[in-house]
């Protein structure tokens, strides 16, 4: 299967299209109210605030002017109303793109049936997916969610953000794609191929976490940069040192810079691809939106996605099955 397999006809790509240039006239407008609403809003805000500090200081000791606890106070509340103001006052716009998206992405997914899409949403999915493919975390957030059905190829493909921490102090351990798929023939276990831990996290894990083996995929490149681990070692080793591996090496050789992670567990499968930047992602209101620039790619993106789960996903299955 090919990414090309999942290209949109063309009658698809011209509706995308038409949406564009209705979604531009829309655009155009909506950015010339957030042109004045932004500085309307702000400076305004910024005149209340010289206005009071002013006052303040009228009553306020002569070492103290602009300074005392009062103009503190109200810095900072300015500062909040500052960044609540600006949200406001780019509400057009971050409405119209969003109402875009809803429109787009179905449009792009138009191979697909019984499509679904969601946003800021909690896949239903992401609690089957294994941790030991991300490690620890303790907050999550999503983006956009999609799901739906290929042939016989369900999916939930979404954008996810993990981290660990409290406070200000964070540590993201995944941010990117997450496509989850019905195995062809269900795993017996669990088993795990992520980026190998440091030496300090590998030797806690191994404490803490002595429910999974490791293996080696007899693939020097693989095994230098992959651990693999499984609660079914039995089952897992051919996987490991066949298709598994087979569809790793496929996958660094196509995406170098990205290093995807696969889980499988029971008849759910994972493929997470890490990104730096939204997937779906458009430009800012102030850009023109062009189809070649912006939405071309994204779809190519999301054919090599599908098509790479699907690849993934017959990794456990017999011969005759895959035909």
Same mark, same amino acid.
């Given at each position: 299967?090919?990414?090309?397999?999942?290209?949109?006809? =063309?009658?698809?790509?011209?509706?995308?299209?038409?949406?564009? /240039?209705?979604?531009?006239?829309?655009?155009?407008?909506?950015?010339?109210?957030?042109?004045?609403?932004?500085?309307?809003?702000?400076?305004?805000? #910024?005149? +209340?605030?010289g206005v009071v500090a002013w006052l303040f200081?009228?009553?306020?000791?002569?070492? =103290?002017?602009?300074?005392?606890? &009062?103009?503190? %106070?109200?810095?900072?509340?300015?500062? #909040?109303?500052?960044?609540?103001?600006?949200?406001?006052?780019?509400?057009?716009?971050?409405?119209? !793109?969003?109402? +875009?998206?809803?429109?787009?992405?179905?449009?792009?997914?138009?191979?697909?049936?019984?499509?679904?899409?969601?946003?800021?949403?909690?896949? *239903?999915?992401?609690?089957?997916?294994?941790?030991?493919?991300?490690?620890?975390? *303790?907050?999550?957030?999503?983006?956009?969610?999609?799901?739906?059905?290929?042939?016989?190829?369900? %999916? @939930?493909?979404?954008?996810?953000?993990?981290? @660990?921490?409290?406070?200000?102090?964070?540590?993201?351990? %995944?941010?990117?794609?997450?496509?989850?798929? /019905?195995?062809?023939?269900?795993?017996?276990?669990?088993?795990?191929?992520?980026?190998?831990? *440091?030496?300090?996290?590998?030797?806690?894990?191994?404490?803490?976490? *002595?429910?999974?083996?490791?293996?080696?995929?007899?693939?020097?490149?693989?095994?230098?940069?992959?651990?693999?681990?499984?609660?079914?070692?039995?089952?897992?080793?051919?996987?490991?040192?066949?298709?598994?591996?087979?569809?790793?090496?496929?996958?660094?050789?196509?995406?170098?810079?990205? !290093?995807?992670? #696969?889980?499988?567990?029971?008849?759910?499968?994972?493929?997470?691809?890490?990104?730096?930047?939204?997937?779906?992602?458009? &430009?800012?209101?102030?850009m023109r939106i062009d189809y070649n620039t912006?939405?071309? &790619?994204?779809?190519?993106?999301?054919?090599?996605?599908?098509?790479?789960?699907?690849?993934?996903?017959?990794?456990?299955?017999?011969?005759?099955?895959?035909?």
């Amino acid at each position: 299967m090919e990414a090309a397999d999942f290209m949109p006809s =063309e009658a698809v790509i011209a509706g995308i299209r038409r949406d564009i /240039e209705a979604y531009e006239a829309k655009r155009a407008t909506a950015y010339r109210q957030v042109r004045w609403r932004v500085p309307l809003f702000l400076g305004l805000l #910024v005149l +209340f605030i010289g206005v009071v500090a002013w006052l303040f200081s009228k009553l306020a000791d002569p070492n =103290e002017r602009w300074f005392s606890t &009062p103009h503190v %106070f109200l810095y900072f509340g300015g500062f #909040v109303a500052a960044m609540l103001l600006y949200f406001q006052a780019m509400k057009p716009a971050t409405r119209l !793109q969003q109402s +875009f998206r809803d429109t787009l992405l179905p449009m792009i997914f138009g191979f697909v049936r019984e499509v679904r899409y969601q946003h800021g949403a909690r896949p *239903n999915s992401f609690d089957r997916l294994p941790r030991e493919t991300v490690g620890a975390f *303790n907050r999550q957030s999503f983006d956009d969610t999609i799901s739906g059905r290929y042939e016989n190829f369900p %999916f @939930e493909l979404f954008e996810a953000r993990l981290s @660990e921490g409290s406070g200000k102090s964070e540590r993201t351990v %995944f941010k990117g794609v997450v496509v989850a798929f /019905e195995t062809i023939e269900p795993f017996p276990g669990m088993l795990v191929a992520a980026r190998k831990a *440091n030496r300090v996290v590998g030797f806690f894990r191994g404490i803490f976490s *002595n429910r999974l083996q490791e293996l080696t995929c007899g693939v020097p490149e693989l095994d230098d940069v992959y651990e693999f681990r499984t609660d079914n070692v039995e089952a897992a080793r051919p996987l490991v040192t066949g298709r598994l591996a087979q569809a790793l090496t496929w996958l660094v050789e196509t995406s170098p810079q990205d !290093q995807a992670r #696969v889980a499988l567990n029971g008849s759910d499968g994972f493929l997470l691809m890490p990104r730096a930047k939204n997937f779906f992602e458009l &430009p800012d209101i102030s850009m023109r939106i062009d189809y070649n620039t912006h939405v071309a &790619p994204m779809i190519a993106d999301l054919g090599t996605m599908l098509a790479t789960a699907a690849l993934v996903r017959k990794i456990g299955a017999r011969d005759e099955q895959i035909g």
